[in-house]
């Protein structure tokens, strides 16, 4: 079986699948699914997306910025 660039299953036999990519800022996104092929529709949509420049989705709410919790005054 071909291997696809981008989609991966993260624990092998698990069913669960995952996607990897970069914005048109050079930043990785991974992304879950729960199907093989819904994992490949979603890397083509979303590399997509980078391609035309489109703004990708935010997971802000779900991962914070450790970087708003850091306090630089002494």
């Known amino acids: 079986m071909k291997e696809r660039c981008g989609v ?3 624990v092998p036999e698990s069913g669960v699948w995952w996607i990897v990519y970069y ?3 050079g930043k990785r996104h991974r992304e879950k699914a729960e199907t093989k092929s819904a994992a490949i529709t979603l890397y083509g949509k ?3 997306q980078a391609l035309e420049g ?3 989705p935010s997971y802000s709410a779900d991962h914070p910025s450790i ?3 850091c306090s630089t005054t002494r």
Do not use: A, I, N, T
């Open 54 to 56: 489109k703004k990708l």
């Open 8 to 10: 991966f299953e993260k």
């Open 23 to 25: 914005d048109q800022f």
């Open 67 to 69: 970087s708003g919790s």
């Open 46 to 48: 979303r590399k997509q």
